[in-house]
């Protein structure tokens, strides 16, 4: 049953990346992206990490996706593109160069690190024994007593960037301007 | 095996004794009831609304079909499924056919979650037995709860957006661009209200949010305090995209909104997923705020329907109680005039996100003054100071952007 739900739930992964890179329209890009995501969601269902599901479907699904999607509406680019033009003539090839990079590290990883894996994540199995919100009750506790600092400085860093966006966005008519205002 | 179905399902004690067939005939039931229980209501949602907006408006209504025009709503289903099913030349095919179901299919899965009814009172958790099987009346009762109904309701949004894009004509694009923003901007809110209902309740799961509601001093509207439930009210409304915040589909200035290219059995669908999401929501709000199935009680006596089992009792009561939102969103219909889109974005960001996020501080420092046994009289004057300082500070911030913006002139 386990291995079912992960064949099916890899099937959507993959088909959805697949997707992203292959579809030549943007909005399709964009939906196949979103499969690969509620895969993702199916496979940490399949591993007693529910919380992590539905944080999944509401962040990326429910929050990035659709801001992807809306910018793509905005700007008008939901044409579908002619792939045979190369506006930057390096990034095909580097691509290729990083993928195979990318794919070598990947595996090295998980063979240095096969005899953790074959633990059985242990503590995926502490947290869904008994009652019903130890899950959550668990990664509120790793991320507000362990990790609270890195939790706290990733927030710092995403108030960072909206307020940058904010600046950049804005429009100045002159330095002058400005001096007088903000003054 | 079994782990694997209490992370789908919850932990439903149906399967406790492994994957047997009674078990698994008990949950095809369930689906099914709740399925056409989704269908009836929605039909009876229609024309109970068109009823009750007639008489607000001294008009009769539909009185044709059927007794009191109760099958009108039949009638016009029937009629759609067979008019013809127009494909717009510029539209893009598979999204276009995909956009209905995207919207359709959250709108019942939402319900999966709800309390139907069941034995909640004196800590009994709303088991009831069925053929010799432990159960709850609900479909599903996952650890995640009511952050499913969340994620349900983000998903909700792709219906729409989709709609809009892939009919490959303006009007359509408009609506679902304002329906995908205003959409994306009250889910922060409906969020926050919710996470004061976990504060409080301590847990995610829908039986135990109702099961902790057991007196009417202990239900969740007064346990929060008013506010986190006036905004989620507020923020479900605009969710929904019904009236006043129905800008996706404002007639007069976008023809027929985000579903003007649809016709036919897809625009029903549309159609039907925006009643049943209507019903959803009451039934969410029901649950979370004022003890689904649980029956008003005061202290210790109880309002007890004679004659009717306990747990057939508890559906009785969470239909009563959806039926007064079901009509308070009518009045809202047919009473308010539609926002314009600066106020409601006004309304979503300025308001209702920063007073959802003060009202959860407060609640959590009474919660932890409670835990570390420190004075209250101190700690809630000290939280509201603080919060009314921020207050200050977001004013004073407003201010100056406007300030600014007058100064500037508009950034777009």
Redesign the interface.
């Known amino acids: ?2 291995l079912f ?1 992960f064949i099916c739930a890899s099937v959507m992964v993959l088909g959805g990346a697949l997707g992203v890179v292959l579809r030549s ?1 943007p ?2 890009a964009a ?1 196949s992206l ?1 499969l690969t995501l509620f895969g993702i969601a199916v496979m940490f ?2 591993q ?1 990490a ?2 992590l ?3 999944q ?2 962040v990326y ?3 990035i996706v ?2 992807f ?2 910018v793509i ?2 700007l008008g680019v ?1 044409r579908a593109e002619n792939l045979e033009t190369e506006p930057l003539g390096i990034q095909r090839p580097l691509a290729i160069v990083l993928g195979f990079g990318f794919v070598a590290l990947l595996v090295t990883t998980i063979l240095q690190g096969r005899d953790s894996l074959n633990m059985r994540g242990d503590g995926i199995n502490v947290a ?1 024994d008994g009652d ?2 130890a ?2 009750r668990q990664i509120a506790r790793s991320i507000f007593s362990n990790y609270v600092v890195a939790f706290e400085v990733t927030s710092v860093l995403l108030i960072v960037a909206v307020v940058g966006t904010v600046v950049l ?5 002159s330095d002058k ?1 400005l001096t ?3 003054a | 095996m079994i782990a694997l179905t209490h992370s789908l399902l919850g932990i439903d004690p149906l399967f406790d004794g492994g994957l047997l067939w009674t078990p698994l005939l008990i949950v095809v039931l369930k689906v099914l009831v709740v399925f056409v229980i989704g269908l009836v209501a929605t039909m009876l949602m229609v024309w109970f609304e068109r009823k009750a907006i007639a008489g607000m408006q001294n008009r009769i209504g539909p009185n044709k079909a059927g007794p009191f025009g109760l099958l009108q709503t039949l009638a016009d289903g029937i009629k759609l499924f067979f008019k013809e099913d127009l494909l717009p030349e510029r539209s893009d095919k598979l999204v276009f056919r995909l956009a209905p179901y995207l919207s359709f299919v959250p709108a019942f899965l939402a319900f999966a979650i709800i309390p139907l009814g069941g034995d909640y009172r004196n800590g009994n958790g709303g088991l009831v037995t069925w053929f010799g099987h432990q159960t709850r009346v609900q479909l599903a009762d996952p650890p995640i709860g009511v952050l499913f109904a969340l994620a349900i309701s983000s998903i909700a949004v792709y219906g729409i957006m989709l709609a809009g894009w892939s009919s490959g004509s303006k009007y359509p694009l408009l609506g679902s661009v304002r329906a995908s923003a205003q959409m994306v901007s009250y889910e922060a809110a409906l969020g926050l209200s919710l996470a004061a209902v976990i504060l409080v309740t301590g847990t995610l799961s829908t039986s135990g949010i109702v099961g902790s509601q057991s007196s009417l001093g202990s239900w969740n509207i007064v346990a929060t305090g008013v506010i986190p439930f006036a905004i989620f009210m507020i923020s479900a409304t605009a969710e929904l995209n019904r009236p006043p915040f129905d800008l996706v589909e404002a007639e007069q200035e976008l023809v027929g909104g985000f579903n003007t290219e649809y016709s036919s059995i897809r625009f029903s669908l549309f159609f039907l997923a925006e009643f049943m999401n209507t019903i959803t929501m009451s039934a969410v709000i029901v649950t979370l705020f004022f003890g689904g199935p649980q029956p008003i009680s005061i202290g210790n006596t109880t309002l007890d329907i004679p004659l009717v089992n306990n747990s057939l009792e508890g559906s009785i009561w969470l239909i009563a109680k959806v039926l007064v939102f079901l009509y308070i969103y009518i009045w809202f219909r047919a009473s308010l005039p539609r926002f314009r889109y600066d106020q409601l974005m006004d309304l979503g960001w300025k308001f209702l996100i920063p007073a959802s996020l003060g009202w959860f501080m407060l609640l959590a420092a009474q919660r932890l003054a409670d835990n570390e046994n420190w004075d209250q009289l101190i700690v809630m004057p000290l939280s509201i100071a603080v919060i009314l300082v921020c207050f200050i500070f977001m004013q004073l911030a407003f201010r100056a952007s406007a300030k600014n913006r007058e100064s500037e002139g508009a950034s777009f």
């Open positions: 049953m386990e739900v329209n909005v399709h939906l979103v269902v399949s007693h529910e919380f599901a539905a944080v479907v509401v699904a429910g929050a659709v801001l999607l809306f509406m905005l939901d869904s019903h919100d899950n959550i966005a804005r429009k100045r008519k301007d007088g205002v903000t």
